[in-house]
């Protein structure tokens, strides 16, 4: 099993910039990708990104390119989403995601294992 855990969710303004954390505990080798899915109210839970944890290979969906920076720290078992320049539209529950397949992480894959979610508010 893997445990996910988010944090650094909060209410900020349009143009501002918000990391998220996500710590993994368990059985970590295990993981072959790590991301980012989001869903705001009355919306499906949505790809955000992704990235393998030991290629560095990222996928992010068109909607954040060159705005979300996905990274990991590997020592402290931690991926990270840098989100610049946001946006209203970005308002949404950001939850972390973890799959064990060796297969990406991407838009239509149901990830292994989800954390619980931290809330993100942009304001205008």
């Known amino acids: 099993q893997v445990q996910l855990v988010e944090s650094g969710g909060g209410s900020v303004q349009a143009g501002d910039s918000l990391r998220l954390s996500c710590a993994a505990s368990?059985?970590?080798?295990?993981?072959?990708?790590m991301g980012w899915f989001r869903q705001a109210p009355g919306k499906e839970r949505e790809f955000v990104g992704s990235?393998?944890?030991?290629?560095?290979?990222?996928y992010y969906t068109d909607s954040v390119k060159g705005r979300f920076t996905i990274s990991r720290d590997n020592a402290k078992n931690t991926v990270y989403l840098q989100m610049n320049s946001l946006k209203p539209v970005d308002t949404a529950v950001y939850y972390c995601?973890?799959?064990?397949?060796?297969?990406?992480?991407?838009?239509?894959?149901?990830?292994?294992?989800w954390g619980q979610g931290t809330q993100v508010t942009v304001s205008s």
């Open positions: 990235l393998t944890w030991s290629g560095s290979i990222t």
């Open positions: 368990g059985r970590t080798f295990s993981i072959y990708a």
């Open positions: 995601a973890a799959t064990v397949r060796v297969v990406p992480l991407t838009n239509g894959l149901k990830p292994d294992y």
